[in-house]
């Protein structure tokens, strides 16, 4: 069951989409593993693995394993998903 989303987490979903410029590829795997688990759909252990192939995916889903073996509960991961994307939008500006 996916996880109660929290109106800044929302807000922070979609302000992420309007950053000026794009977050590095570590910004953007630990955004990926952040909303990940503060949204719980599927849940970390329901999720399909990536094939041996599939690099992208490989590194998303190991950003999100990260966050999740660190324990972070799906409420705390929104705070923190919020967090970073308020300090992305300084970082980056956003429209």
Known sequence: MPA???AEFKKAAEDSRKLKAKPTDNELLELYGLFKQGTQDPPFEQSKA???FELKE???RGAWEKVHKEGVTAANAQKKYVALVESLKKKYGHN
């Open 4 to 6: 109660q989303q929290s």
């Open 50 to 52: 990536p094939g041996m």
């Open 58 to 60: 490989k590194a998303k």
